[in-house]
């Protein structure tokens, strides 16, 4: 053989989907023309013994892999790079400020379809289109084939043009296919592919409301911004008319042919605001949450992407949907902790979308009745713009609070006397009341009456759960049931009894105070099967329901416009966590939940029972309301150097024994005290509050710094040298940046 002379190679580094951070390096083989790749494309490449689809990310010049261990990629699998540099620098700017692999960040980026490859085209459907025949044809000549008739007599009568496969089903009674087929044939309809558009409406459209003051400032002070980046803070007590302000500042943008996208911490809220937002818009609406199949959510990505779709709707994981022509990022209900992911790569959904709106210029509008202490802190510091909105919007009147002492009050399975009055005088007026309590299943702890056992649960620092109506014992953990038990396992005694109280037990009792009483339990047991929850919404909303019971989901942004009276029945136990995030979140909860009472025209009363009427917590809250209770809470984070008067970072691990962690945890400590690290606080090791879950041992590090850049520079250092500390062998661990609980 004659030696060739040694050719170019041409070097692409690739972002792959594994939980290492480095990008991967390949040659591009001849058959690919080299000139043609973008950063941003996706390529299929060989890893290991199959291949995985990556993420273009540099054309370097060199590599450091020998030649011989190079490997070509196989495919270049798009014309045009999907995401843009703005995209991807936020992209890059997630992963190092969340310590998490670009691989893995990349990948969150996409929807599930074109992570796995799939060709990036929005996806097609079929459209049955009627043709002149078909338009001039009289059903009635098809009387002879009944089903042939009706279905062109519909097409003809629906006025339309033709049909979506879709909807045929609803028109006729399957099997529909072959009529189909016989109109096709007999050229009354023609076929053709039709992109699956994000919406498509003829909704009589609805003009925008006459705003009030506040609500005009805050919709001027924002179209004023709307070429710059600037955050905005719009607080408002629940229906102050937040959405109202949004819709106005969304018009103007779409006017701009802009694109907007909005937030919602939950799925269940989006089909209201999708409801709202046809009303007031002629443009199409995407939508992209985790209940949606793979092509839709594929097909709202898309769109976005090519700018077809102007407003985007969707919760935590849409954040980072391309847009053609940003405009404006609104986040509602900012505080929720929802905005978290709470596994793998753990991003602040509010935190990255402010960083995406500064690298595009534009405003960001966090929406909330009860903002997070970090935003209200932000506000005070000017660095965001504070809209308050303090008044409740038409003629709605803000709730009044009753505290209810219920110390030595003879209780009715957890009810008083005085919240059973009020209830009854709240259904005598065909009302609708609300009962909040945050704990599902019967009873939070079976004890045996005789001799003191506790059912507890084998893998968890936990008690079982009883829940009566599957006749299970439940870890609320780590998912572990068992029957419900008969006999006491330690004394063999039937003396085994349920103590405490969840919604299922309140059911219960309300059943049977109020039999003639139409009762709904919302809750995670009664909301699994996909569309409840929606159905239950809906049953309110059409006051086909007296009584709503329920656990946080409640406290959700949902608009029930007949409750007029609303009972927290425990609010004691948000009092002692030691988690300094947990006054912050059961304020949050109580007005959350509040919010929900006397929307319409009529007054709303929110009754809280607890054993600590005097609690300062509850006082301020109540006497003087969200915002001066957040300044009292503020003051004493500061004294106490936490956040936001300090960065945390929080360095969980877990092994099958109890040891492991603590000596990875420990080997870190020992890392850190070789290093330079100014001003950062090591808070532990220490077990996690519930140590032990599902079988495993929990224990944590928490790094805290007044000044963010020390925070850092020590994660800097000491986030390589993790991988090779021997200890990790036989633990798994995860790094949580800002993180905003402490379990
Ligand atoms: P939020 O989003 O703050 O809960 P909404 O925007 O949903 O509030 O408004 C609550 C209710 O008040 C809605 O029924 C809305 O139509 C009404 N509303 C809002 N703004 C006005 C206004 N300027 N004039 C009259 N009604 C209003
Ligand atoms: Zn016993
Ligand atoms: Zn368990």
Redo the contacts with the bound molecule.
Sequence with gaps: MTSLAPKTVSIVSVAIPIPVNQLFDYSVPPHIDYKQLQIGMRLRVPFGKSHKIGVLMALPALTEIESQRLKAIEAVLDTEPLLSHHDIHLLLWASRYYYHPLGEVMSAAFPVALRQGNPAQLPTVNFYRLTAQGIRTDPATLKRAPKQQQLLANVQAQALQGILEADLANLLIAPWRATLKALLDKGLLSVERQYANPVTHQQALQSP????TE?QQAIDQVSAALAHFRVFLLE????????????QIIQTVLTSGKQVLVLLPEITLTPQLEA?FKQRFQVPIAISHSRLTDTQRQSAWLHMQQGSGKILLGTRSALFTPLKNPGLIIL?EEHDSSFKQQEGFRFSARDVAIMRAKRLKIPVIL?S?TPSFESLENAARQRYQLLP?PT?????IEPHYLILDIRNKKLQEGLSAPLVQAIKATLAKNEQVLIFLNRRGFAPTLICHSCGWVARCQRCDANLVTHYDKRLLRCHHCGYEQTLLQQCPACKKTTLTPLGLGTERIEKVLQNLFPEQRIIRLDHDTTQRKGTLEDYLGQINRHEVDIILGTQMLAK?H?F?NVTLVALLDVDSGLFSIDFHAPEKLAQLIIQVA?RAG??DKPGKVILQTRQPGHPLLLTLIREGYNRFAEVALAERKAASLPPFSHHALLRTFATDPESPLLFLQAICELIKTLPTPGVKLLGPVSAPMAKRAGRYHYQLLLQAERRVDLRALLDQVMPQIPRLRETKKIRWSLDIDPVDLY
């Design positions: 409301l006459y705003a009030n609500q408002g007590i629940t229906g102050s008319g937040k959405t109202e302000v949004y819709m709202r509602d929406g009745a909105l409740r919007a038409g003629q709605a942004g608009h416009p919010g929307r319409a």
